[in-house]
């Protein structure tokens, strides 16, 4: 009952796939824009790779890191300007429950 792991370790650094362009494992680690956060950087973890230079998300190998990117950017400024309407309507509501005789 010995079923091989669906996914073979690379001989590179654990969790992290081979360059999607040349193969190589060896990596360093990708330029960040400040825009996408803390959160982005949950969902997104891009590198360079050493060997052709190659940028690519370490998650999502064969996708297209700035359009990638680019969405993250919407849906994180997407999801910012929820959280700033929420508490927008929160003060709004606030401020009329208190303005109210009782
Ligand atoms: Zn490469």
Request: with cysteine; aromatic share 6%; glycine share 12%.
């Amino acid at each position: 009952m010995s079923q091989p792991p669906p996914n073979p370790p690379p001989s590179g650094p654990p969790g992290l796939p081979p360059c999607p362009k040349c193969g190589g494992l060896s990596f360093r680690t990708g330029p960040w824009p400040w825009y996408l956060g803390t959160i982005g950087a949950m969902i997104c973890k891009p590198v360079i790779c050493n060997g052709c230079g190659h940028e690519f998300d370490t998650k999502k190998p064969q996708a297209h890191l700035p359009s990638r990117k680019r969405n993250l950017a919407i849906v994180i400024n997407a999801i910012g300007g929820i959280g700033i309407i929420i508490v927008v309507g929160l003060i709004v509501w606030m401020i009329m429950n208190a303005m109210k005789p009782y």
